[in-house]
């Protein structure tokens, strides 16, 4: 029996259970309602779950895949707030696995103390048993503010003279801009890749004018004082041993034509087994002829990864020694997998997995014991992957996919299996490409260099930021002390600031 039948069987008054029934059934209604759009986003929430982390996903590669990421995971939350909203009220969740907040971060405490310091219930004073304490991440946006520098003059009577503090060497004479909103300008523009423009409007919403013009002609003088350090930092990559090696196409403007055209940014890194602070190296140059890298290296001897391309053959013959990229002929496979499934190429990859779970071992060994490591293990199996290789040579298509694949991968034979006979030498040439991955995803907010020189002095400063990241340290920060001590620091002491790891104890 239901609550209509019940209320019936009483002596209530028919309008007013009309009126009951009535507000009965809106309610059911309503709860109608909210079950089919819970229905409906639960539906949808299992679809983005699918989409996320489904093979879609893996369609999309670079920054695509960075993109279609963070939209989806921007979708998910709002469907899961929406959620939220039209279920029952629950007792809040206890979040758990969330990454503690880093501890050098200024902290602001917020206390919140009872109305009364008297129990509610019968008047007693309450003693502190404990705290509850929760944190929250927070930011302010760009804060500008003005340094006043007061030098008072003091004249003296009898002499007839007048003395005062000397003017703070800086790096831009007479300049307004304060070390800090240099670093700041340089660190939106060459590691957020934002055009001159767009930090023009951040600093306008704040009511500060900076003209773009300003801002340029600031950015031109970084460049020249900076230009010393990236000199030194490549002096400093060709002491190593063992190089990385690899370029990226960007587009310089064309002044003459309006258009633009092909340049190339190359990118060299120090070996990443090698001893001391690693080091990337950017040059800017109009064209990929093989002559830069030669320039670039000139008189260098020991080991160069690089992948096939023809540009770098020329040095091999009588300079450095060639080493190949196992990603490299690992990624043909791929493709060829999953654009076919062949099951050689799964065969491939599987083999090809065996000698990275190799390497994954010698995390954390040194040369000569990862050099122990690799003649007992990765030796024998770059052994057995040759032979598969000539084995399937024979039997698959030519001039297949997979075929392709095979040759490309005996043609670099001898260059790939080298690294295994050393403690020091890289498996691939992943290390390059992660400090190039960056840029090449800034090219498409800057789109174009807008001059040669301009690209040169991008190459100079990125290098100086990548090197500082790849060390531990915060590139903004770095600049804003380097382009304080620069003015005053000899160049017999220009090594001190390099972005080392040690160079905040210098």
Same mark, same amino acid.
């Given at each position: 029996?239901?609550?209509?039948?019940? #209320?019936?069987?009483?002596?209530?008054?028919?309008?007013? /259970?009309?009126?009951?029934?009535?507000?009965?059934? $809106?309610?059911?209604?309503?709860?109608?309602? @909210?079950?089919?759009?819970?229905?409906?986003?639960?539906?949808?929430?299992?679809?983005?779950?699918?989409?996320?982390?489904?093979?879609?996903?893996?369609?999309?590669?670079?920054?695509?895949?960075?993109?279609?990421?963070?939209?989806?995971?921007?979708?998910?939350?709002?469907?899961?707030?929406?959620?939220?909203?039209?279920?029952?009220?629950?007792?809040?969740?206890?979040?758990?696995?969330?990454?503690?907040?880093? *501890?050098?971060?200024?902290?602001?405490?917020?206390?919140?103390?009872?109305?009364? &310091?008297?129990?509610?219930? &019968?008047?007693?004073?309450?003693?502190?048993?404990?705290?509850? %304490?929760?944190?929250?991440?927070?930011?302010?946006?760009?804060?500008?503010?003005?340094?006043?520098?007061?030098?008072? $003059?003091?004249?003296?009577? *009898?002499?007839?003279?007048? !003395?005062?503090?000397?003017?703070?060497?800086?790096?831009?004479?007479?300049?307004?801009?304060?070390?800090?909103? /240099?670093?700041?300008?340089?660190? &939106?523009?060459?590691?957020?890749?934002?055009?001159?423009?767009?930090?023009?409007?951040?600093?306008?919403?704040?009511?500060?004018?900076?003209?773009?013009? !300003?801002?340029?002609? +600031?950015?031109?003088?970084?460049?020249?004082?900076?230009?010393?350090?990236?000199?030194?930092?490549?002096?400093?990559?060709?002491?190593?041993?063992?190089?990385?090696? =690899?370029?990226?196409?960007?587009?310089?403007?064309?002044?003459?034509?309006?258009?633009?055209?092909?340049?190339?940014?190359?990118?060299?890194?120090?070996?990443?087994?090698?001893?001391?602070?690693?080091?990337?190296?950017?040059?800017?140059?109009?064209?990929?002829?093989?002559?830069?890298?030669?320039?670039?290296?000139?008189? +260098?001897?020991?080991?160069?990864? %690089?992948?096939?391309?023809?540009?770098?053959?020329?040095?091999?013959?009588?300079?450095?020694?060639?080493?190949? &990229?196992?990603?490299?002929?690992?990624?043909?496979?791929?493709?060829?997998?999953?654009?076919?499934?062949?099951? %050689?190429?799964?065969?491939?990859?599987?083999?090809?997995?065996?000698?990275?779970?190799?390497?994954?071992?010698?995390?954390?060994?040194?040369?000569?014991?990862?050099?122990?490591?690799?003649?007992? #293990?990765?030796?024998?199996?770059?052994?057995?992957?040759?032979?598969?290789?000539? %084995?399937?040579?024979?039997?698959?298509?030519?001039?297949?996919? !997979?075929?392709?694949?095979?040759?490309?991968?005996? @043609?670099? +034979?001898?260059?790939?299996?080298?690294?295994?006979?050393?403690?020091?030498?890289?498996?691939?040439?992943?290390?390059?490409?992660?400090?190039?991955?960056?840029?090449?995803?800034?090219?498409?907010?800057?789109?174009?260099?807008?001059?040669?020189?301009?690209?040169?002095?991008?190459?100079?400063?990125?290098?100086?930021?990548?090197?500082?990241?790849?060390?531990?340290?915060?590139?903004?920060? +770095?600049?804003?002390?380097?382009?304080?001590?620069?003015? !005053?620091?000899?160049?017999?002491?220009? =090594?001190?600031?390099?972005?080392?790891?040690?160079?905040?104890?210098?």
């Amino acid at each position: 029996m239901n609550l209509l039948d019940e #209320l019936a069987r009483t002596d209530i008054a028919p309008a007013l /259970l009309a009126q009951v029934q009535a507000l009965i059934e $809106q309610q059911q209604a309503k709860l109608a309602e @909210k079950d089919f759009k819970i229905k409906a986003l639960t539906f949808e929430l299992a679809y983005y779950k699918r989409v996320r982390f489904g093979k879609a996903s893996e369609a999309l590669v670079g920054e695509q895949r960075m993109l279609f990421d963070e939209t989806v995971d921007m979708d998910l939350a709002a469907i899961d707030e929406e959620l939220r909203s039209q279920a029952p009220a629950k007792p809040p969740r206890k979040r758990a696995g969330r990454q503690p907040l880093p *501890p050098e971060l200024e902290r602001i405490e917020h206390r919140h103390e009872p109305e009364s &310091c008297q129990c509610g219930q &019968c008047g007693a004073d309450l003693v502190k048993i404990g705290e509850d %304490v929760s944190e929250q991440l927070d930011v302010e946006p760009a804060r500008f503010f003005v340094h006043r520098h007061i030098r008072p $003059q003091y004249a003296c009577r *009898p002499c007839e003279t007048v !003395t005062a503090a000397p003017i703070p060497a800086a790096v831009i004479d007479g300049g307004m801009a304060a070390v800090g909103l /240099l670093a700041w300008i340089a660190a &939106c523009k060459y590691l957020d890749h934002l055009p001159l423009y767009r930090i023009e409007q951040i600093a306008t919403r704040q009511g500060v004018p900076l003209a773009r013009s !300003t801002l340029a002609d +600031w950015i031109g003088r970084i460049g020249v004082a900076l230009q010393p350090l990236a000199d030194r930092l490549a002096e400093l990559l060709r002491q190593h041993d063992c190089l990385h090696a =690899d370029e990226t196409p960007v587009r310089q403007l064309d002044p003459g034509s309006g258009k633009t055209r092909h340049a190339y940014l190359w990118a060299y890194r120090s070996g990443v087994h090698d001893d001391g602070p690693p080091i990337v190296v950017f040059d800017y140059q109009t064209s990929r002829a093989g002559a830069h890298v030669r320039s670039f290296l000139h008189g +260098w001897r020991g080991h160069l990864m %690089v992948d096939d391309y023809a540009g770098y053959k020329a040095m091999f013959a009588d300079g450095p020694t060639e080493l190949a &990229c196992l990603a490299h002929i690992r990624r043909k496979f791929f493709d060829v997998h999953a654009a076919s499934k062949s099951p %050689v190429a799964e065969q491939a990859l599987q083999r090809i997995a065996k000698l990275y779970a190799i390497e994954q071992q010698g995390v954390g060994l040194d040369p000569p014991q990862r050099m122990l490591l690799r003649e007992q #293990l990765a030796l024998p199996a770059l052994a057995e992957l040759h032979a598969w290789l000539l %084995v399937n040579q024979r039997t698959v298509a030519a001039g297949s996919g !997979t075929a392709k694949a095979i040759d490309h991968a005996l @043609k670099r +034979w001898p260059a790939l299996q080298r690294y295994a006979s050393s403690g020091s030498l890289p498996i691939d040439n992943n290390p390059v490409e992660n400090a190039i991955r960056p840029i090449a995803i800034g090219k498409k907010n800057w789109l174009f260099a807008g001059s040669e020189r301009a690209g040169r002095r991008a190459a100079a400063i990125q290098s100086l930021f990548a090197t500082a990241r790849l060390n531990g340290l915060d590139p903004a920060r +770095w600049l804003a002390i380097v382009l304080e001590r620069l003015p !005053t620091c000899p160049n017999s002491q220009i =090594d001190s600031l390099l972005p080392f790891p040690d160079f905040t104890s210098r």
